[in-house]
């Protein structure tokens, strides 16, 4: 009889653990990269963005991470032109007004990445 009553001890222990999880674990990682990209009125800031996409797709990085990177976030990316790419993936909006990202990607002749500059723009009436 003590064995069952040890076992259901263990099960409630184990339920118990399961349902606590969230009070004994943590993840600020969403939370610290919002706070070193958006500025004071919480809004991406186009200098950080831009250095922090330059930091991961370093010089001669080829052009198609990039391209992969936008995709995967709903960004569209242009022909190359001039040995620049433009990228565009939706930020934020509402009805008929929406706020843009626009990557201008600078690329070497071979297609690799030069760097990248940053902007916002809106469309809307």
Sequence with gaps: M???????FALVAFIALFLLKPYFSYDNNKRIA???LLDSQGQLDERLVSA?????FIPNTPSREFVNFMRAHEGRCSNVENNEMSCSV???GSFF????MLFV?????DGTI????????FTGP
Excluded: G
């Design 2 to 8: 003590s064995f069952v009553l040890i076992m259901l």
């Design 34 to 36: 919002a706070a070193i």
């Design 52 to 56: 922090a996409l330059n930091a991961r």
């Design 90 to 92: 939706p930020e934020s």
């Design 97 to 100: 007004v929406a706020t843009n």
């Design 105 to 109: 990607v600078k690329l070497h002749r």
């Design 114 to 121: 030069n760097s990248i500059d940053v902007q916002h723009y």
